[in-house]
C-alpha cells in the first residue's frame, strides 16, 4: 500500500528522555527510505521498478543494522521500536516482524500517535482491517491528524457489509479523507485519497456526473500541489476507471498506458489498457459491419422499421428519468446531434450484442431504417437484462456521441448512444420491469493506496 507518508510525523510533546544524537540520526535514516522510495520515479524515469525494489530493500538492510546498534545501546524504548516498525513498513507487504515491535512501542507510550498509526498500516496490510481501524479511530482520539484521517477513509472503503452498510461507510470515507485534506490542502496524498473515496461513491451512487467531477477534481489537485503524484502508478489506474465509465476512451487508454509504464511489476494497467482495446477494437469492427448480418436479414429488418415498427412507436409515450412519460419526434440516427437529443427519440433493431469481463456497460448494435449502425452502451443494468438480435429497440432523449480513438497506432471511429438504465428504453414496444435495473457494485475498486 502507498498509505505511507514522506513528511516528519508529528513528534511528541512529552518525551520519555531527551533523543540522543544517534538516534536522531537513524531517525533522519527512515524518513530518507521513505524519500528515496516516493521520489525514485522522478529522480530515475519511470519503468524501473525492479531496480527500486533492490535498492530499497538494500537501503532497508542498512537502516535495521543501525537500529540493532540502536537498540543494543540505549534498550528497547518506545521510541526505537517505531524506528523499527517504521522503516519495515518501507515495503509493500506487512510484516509480523514490525507488528510485534509497533505493538510493543503503543503499550509502552500509549500517547506515541505516529506508532497507532503505523501499526494500523501494519494491520491493514496483513488483511485484520477491524484492527487496523481500531488503531486509527483510536489514534484520532489522542489528536486530529491527517495520516490517521486518510488512512481510516482508506479502511472504511474495504471493510465488508450489506450494501447498505458499505454506503454508509463509503460517505463516512468521503468525510474522513475532506477533513484530512482541509487540515493540509498542499497535501498530495490527501488529495489523492479523496479522489479515491469519491471514485467509491460514484459506483454506490448510481454513478452520478457529479460525483465523479469531484473525483476527477481531487486527482487534479493532487498533480497540482505534489509533483510525485504525477509518478503515483495508481492514481492513473484508478482515473483511467472514470474515463472509462464516462466513455472517455482517449484519455483511459493513454491513463492505463502510463500506469503501466510508471508500474511495470504491476499486470493490471496491461490488463485493463488490453482488454479495452480489444473491446473498442470488436465494437467498431461490428458497426461497421453492421453485426456481420447476411445483406437479406438487414434488408428486411430495415424495412420493417420503415413499416409496421414505425407505426407502433409513432404516437408512444416515451419514459422518462423523471415525471411523466412524454411523446417525442422519432428521427432517424444521421439526424443526432453530438451530446443530448431532447425532444427526439430514436427507432432500431438490435443487430449485435456484447458484454465485456467487468459486465458494465451492455453493448448493443442498434440498426435503423436508413441502414445507420451505432453501438448503445447500457448502464446499470441487472445481470437477467438483455436484448436479441432481431429485437426492436427505442431510445428517448438520445445521448450521442461521435467516437474517434487513436492509441499505439490503433484507430477506432463509430457513433454512440449512452444509456444510464434500461428502464429508459422500450424494447419491442414495452416498458422494462423495475428488476431489469441493477444496484451498482464497483467493477473496479480503487487500487493500491
Same mark, same amino acid.
Given at each position: 500500500?502507498?498509505?505511507?507518508?514522506?513528511?516528519?510525523?508529528?513528534?511528541? @510533546?512529552?518525551?520519555? $528522555?531527551? =533523543?540522543? #544524537?544517534?538516534? *536522531?540520526? %537513524?531517525?533522519?535514516?527512515? +524518513?530518507? !527510505?521513505?524519500?528515496?522510495?516516493?521520489?525514485?520515479?522522478?529522480?530515475?524515469?519511470?519503468?524501473?521498478?525492479?531496480?527500486?525494489?533492490?535498492?530499497?530493500?538494500?537501503?532497508?538492510?542498512?537502516?535495521?543494522?543501525?537500529?540493532?546498534?540502536?537498540?543494543?545501546?540505549?534498550?528497547?524504548?518506545?521510541?526505537?521500536?517505531?524506528?523499527?516498525?517504521?522503516?519495515?513498513?518501507?515495503?509493500? @507487504?506487512?510484516?509480523? $516482524?514490525? =507488528?510485534? #515491535?509497533?505493538? *510493543?512501542? %503503543?503499550?509502552?507510550?500509549? +500517547?506515541? !500517535?505516529?506508532?497507532?498509526?503505523?501499526?494500523?498500516?501494519?494491520?491493514?496490510?496483513?488483511?485484520?482491517?477491524?484492527?487496523?481501524?481500531?488503531?486509527?479511530?483510536?489514534?484520532?482520539?489522542?489528536?486530529?491528524?491527517?495520516?490517521?484521517?486518510?488512512?481510516?477513509?482508506?479502511?472504511?472503503?474495504?471493510?465488508?457489509?450489506?450494501?447498505?452498510?458499505?454506503?454508509?461507510?463509503?460517505?463516512?470515507?468521503?468525510?474522513?479523507?475532506?477533513?484530512?485534506?482541509?487540515?493540509?490542502?498542499?497535501?498530495?496524498?490527501?488529495?489523492?485519497?479523496?479522489?479515491?473515496?469519491?471514485?467509491?461513491?460514484?459506483?454506490?451512487?448510481?454513478?452520478?456526473?457529479?460525483?465523479?467531477?469531484?473525483?476527477?477534481?481531487?486527482?487534479?489537485?493532487?498533480?497540482?500541489?505534489?509533483?510525485?503524484?504525477?509518478?503515483?502508478?495508481?492514481?492513473?489506474?484508478?482515473?483511467?476507471?472514470?474515463?472509462?465509465?464516462?466513455?472517455?476512451?482517449?484519455?483511459?487508454?493513454?491513463?492505463?498506458?502510463?500506469?503501466?509504464?510508471?508500474?511495470?511489476?504491476?499486470?493490471?494497467?496491461?490488463?485493463?489498457?488490453?482488454?479495452?482495446?480489444?473491446?473498442?477494437?470488436?465494437?467498431?469492427?461490428?458497426?461497421?459491419?453492421?453485426?456481420?448480418?447476411?445483406?437479406?436479414?438487414?434488408?428486411?429488418?430495415?424495412?420493417?422499421?420503415?413499416?409496421?415498427?414505425?407505426?407502433?412507436?409513432?404516437?408512444?409515450?416515451?419514459?422518462?428519468?423523471?415525471?411523466?412519460?412524454?411523446?417525442?419526434?422519432?428521427?432517424?440516427?444521421?439526424?443526432?446531434?453530438?451530446?443530448?437529443?431532447?425532444?427526439?427519440?430514436?427507432?432500431?433493431?438490435?443487430?449485435?450484442?456484447?458484454?465485456?469481463?467487468?459486465?458494465?456497460?451492455?453493448?448493443?448494435?442498434?440498426?435503423?431504417?436508413?441502414?445507420?449502425?451505432?453501438?448503445?452502451?447500457?448502464?446499470?443494468?441487472?445481470?437477467?437484462?438483455?436484448?436479441?438480435?432481431?429485437?426492436?429497440?427505442?431510445?428517448?432523449?438520445?445521448?450521442?456521441?461521435?467516437?474517434?480513438?487513436?492509441?499505439?497506432?490503433?484507430?477506432?471511429?463509430?457513433?454512440?448512444?449512452?444509456?444510464?438504465?434500461?428502464?429508459?428504453?422500450?424494447?419491442?414496444?414495452?416498458?422494462?420491469?423495475?428488476?431489469?435495473?441493477?444496484?451498482?457494485?464497483?467493477?473496479?475498486?480503487?487500487?493500491?493506496?
Amino acid at each position: 500500500g502507498k498509505m505511507a507518508e514522506s513528511g516528519a510525523a508529528e513528534r511528541e @510533546e512529552e518525551e520519555e $528522555e531527551e =533523543e540522543s #544524537a544517534e538516534e *536522531r540520526g %537513524v531517525r533522519e535514516q527512515v +524518513e530518507q !527510505l521513505y524519500t528515496f522510495r516516493d521520489t525514485f520515479f522522478q529522480t530515475e524515469g519511470p519503468g524501473r521498478a525492479a531496480e527500486r525494489q533492490r535498492q530499497l530493500e538494500e537501503r532497508l538492510h542498512r537502516v535495521l543494522e543501525a537500529i540493532g546498534s540502536l537498540e543494543g545501546r540505549s534498550g528497547h524504548k518506545a521510541s526505537v521500536l517505531l524506528l523499527r516498525g517504521k522503516a519495515l513498513n518501507v515495503l509493500p @507487504e506487512g510484516s509480523s $516482524e514490525a =507488528e510485534a #515491535a509497533l505493538s *510493543r512501542a %503503543v503499550k509502552l507510550r500509549p +500517547e506515541l !500517535l505516529e506508532a497507532w498509526n503505523q501499526l494500523g498500516e501494519v494491520y491493514w496490510k496483513r488483511g485484520k482491517l477491524e484492527a487496523a481501524r481500531t488503531c486509527f479511530t483510536g489514534a484520532l482520539t489522542h489528536c486530529k491528524n491527517k495520516q490517521s484521517l486518510r488512512n481510516l477513509s482508506m479502511v472504511l472503503r474495504q471493510v465488508q457489509g450489506t450494501a447498505q452498510e458499505r454506503a454508509a461507510n463509503i460517505m463516512r470515507s468521503v468525510e474522513q479523507a475532506r477533513t484530512a485534506v482541509e487540515m493540509d490542502v498542499t497535501d498530495g496524498n490527501s488529495w489523492y485519497v479523496l479522489g479515491n473515496a469519491y471514485l467509491s461513491l460514484f459506483f454506490v451512487s448510481g454513478q452520478s456526473e457529479r460525483v465523479s467531477q469531484q473525483a476527477l477534481g481531487a486527482y487534479t489537485q493532487a498533480e497540482k500541489v505534489d509533483a510525485s503524484s504525477v509518478n503515483n502508478p495508481d492514481l492513473h489506474l484508478n482515473r483511467s476507471t472514470l474515463h472509462r465509465y464516462e466513455e472517455r476512451y482517449q484519455a483511459a487508454l493513454a491513463g492505463l498506458a502510463r500506469a503501466a509504464a510508471l508500474d511495470p511489476a504491476s499486470t493490471e494497467p496491461a490488463l485493463r489498457e488490453q482488454q479495452l482495446l480489444t473491446y473498442l477494437s470488436r465494437v467498431s469492427t461490428l458497426v461497421q459491419q453492421r453485426g456481420q448480418l447476411k445483406q437479406k436479414r438487414l434488408t428486411a429488418l430495415m424495412s420493417s422499421l420503415r413499416g409496421r415498427e414505425l407505426l407502433n412507436h409513432r404516437d408512444r409515450l416515451y419514459p422518462a428519468p423523471s415525471g411523466p412519460h412524454t411523446s417525442l419526434a422519432l428521427r432517424p440516427l444521421s439526424s443526432l446531434n453530438p451530446g443530448n437529443n431532447p425532444g427526439t427519440a430514436v427507432l432500431g433493431k438490435v443487430v449485435f450484442s456484447l458484454t465485456t469481463e467487468e459486465k458494465v456497460p451492455f453493448t448493443v448494435g442498434l440498426l435503423d431504417g436508413e441502414g445507420t449502425c451505432v453501438a448503445v452502451t447500457v448502464y446499470n443494468m441487472a445481470e437477467s437484462w438483455g436484448v436479441l438480435i432481431g429485437d426492436t429497440v427505442a431510445i428517448p432523449r438520445p445521448l450521442y456521441t461521435r467516437h474517434s480513438v487513436e492509441h499505439k497506432d490503433k484507430t477506432f471511429a463509430f457513433g454512440g448512444i449512452r444509456v444510464d438504465s434500461p428502464l429508459l428504453l422500450l424494447v419491442n414496444g414495452k416498458n422494462q420491469s423495475p428488476s431489469s435495473q441493477a444496484a451498482p457494485i464497483l467493477a473496479h475498486r480503487p487500487c493500491a493506496e
